[in-house]
């Protein structure tokens, strides 16, 4: 069972995901308003955010942004509900983070699925030793903190397990595939391209540690045995 923060206006899709995600086993929250949803949040630590995008008061893409840039609900998954394909791009996180998302209207069970994907995920990481020091690189495992040359980074929940997922494989080349598996689940809908993105945006932000994280061309991605310098 998890604890599922619903942020959602329309009160027939309230209805909805109330009666399925608790006939799922979950225990769910709803508001109909962005700040009451970002408070919520705040307080009570969901295990998922269940986020629609067109809010009453603030856009949900603020609420989103918001929940990511603070320390207290960064690693917090947000599942996005929207209408509107076109946004689907930004949407899924390069500039928001978000982890997953669904489009109205939505099959409530594939929803299921994919907040069980999403859960799981979350959960279960393999004993490693909590505190990592690679060359430049130092990481929090449960802080979900990372610094590069003594300067914290700020990454999104789905850009540290993808460093991390690189890291405790290092030295051995991950396919788009597996990445895919490993970060993402079992959703099918994420594509290759989605990884290089997001291998890209992981990249700029590593800064001075970048080059950790090696192109194998035709193949995927690498995390270095030795740092360099
Ligand atoms: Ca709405």
Known sequence: MAAILVIEDESDIQEVLEYNLKQAGHDVTTVASGQEGLRLARDRSPDLVLLDLMLPDVSGTDVCRALKEDSRTRAMPVVILTARDDEIDRVVGFELGA????????????????????????????????????????????????????????????????????????????SRGALLDAVWGIDTRISARTVDAHVKRLREKLGAARDYVETVRGVGYRFTEEPLG
């Not at 130092?138 to 903190?145: F, L, M, T, Y």
Request: aromatic letters at 8%; charged letters at 35%; glycine letters at 2%.
């Open 99 to 174: 982890d997953d998302y669904v489009t109205k209207p939505f099959s409530v069970r594939e929803l299921i699925l994919r907040i069980r994907a999403i859960l799981r995920r979350n959960e279960g990481a393999p004993p490693q030793p909590n505190v990592i020091e690679f060359g430049q690189l130092e990481v929090d495992r449960d802080a979900h903190r990372v610094w590069v040359a003594k300067e914290e980074l700020d990454l999104t929940a789905l850009e540290f397990k993808l460093l991390l997922t690189l890291y405790d494989r290092r030295n051995r080349v991950q």
